[in-house]
């Protein structure tokens, strides 16, 4: 099976004092493309059960935006995912429930567009080609964690 997901996550305001007074807005998305292998375990007419397991390609697209600084960022790793499903069948129909986890992480973001100077001491490296630092740390991100499902179907 191939699966593709997709992730968006977004937060904006305004807050600070002084120099740092003023709107922020951050967000990241990421796109997952998950090559998995289903092994059915055991079967019945009525139930079938299954384990999953792949490999996973993730990518993540990060944008900073405070006051007098725009920096976008961009990462990708290799990682894993394994889970296992029941499906509940009746003549061509079936109720499909799958429960899984992904391990997907991002250790670091290199920066791909810069525009103006951070007024804070946070963003600590966001220069072009570099990697995106955050108080002397590799910013990074995750797409890991746990997936669950529930579908329909459809045998013919």
Do not use: C
Request: glycine letters at 16%.
């Amino acid at each position: 099976q191939v699966r593709p997901s997709f992730m968006w996550q977004g937060e904006s305001g305004s807050g600070g004092t002084g120099a740092l007074a003023g709107d922020y807005e951050y967000s990241n998305n990421g796109i997952i493309i998950a090559g998995l292998v289903k092994i059915y375990a055991l079967e019945s007419q009525y139930l079938r059960l299954y384990f999953t397991g792949g490999l996973n390609y993730g990518s993540t697209n990060t944008t900073i935006q405070e006051v007098g600084l725009k920096v976008e960022a961009s990462g990708s790793n290799l990682g894993f995912q394994f889970g296992t499903g029941l499906e509940v069948t009746l003549g061509s129909h079936g109720i499909l429930f799958e429960a899984g986890v992904r391990k997907l992480a991002i250790e670091r973001n290199i920066v791909s567009s810069t525009s103006g100077t951070a007024e804070s001491d946070s963003l600590s490296q966001y220069s072009n080609g570099d990697e995106l630092e955050i108080d002397n740390e590799d910013f990074g991100s995750t797409l890991s964690g746990v997936q669950i499902q529930l579908g329909y179907a459809y045998y013919f």
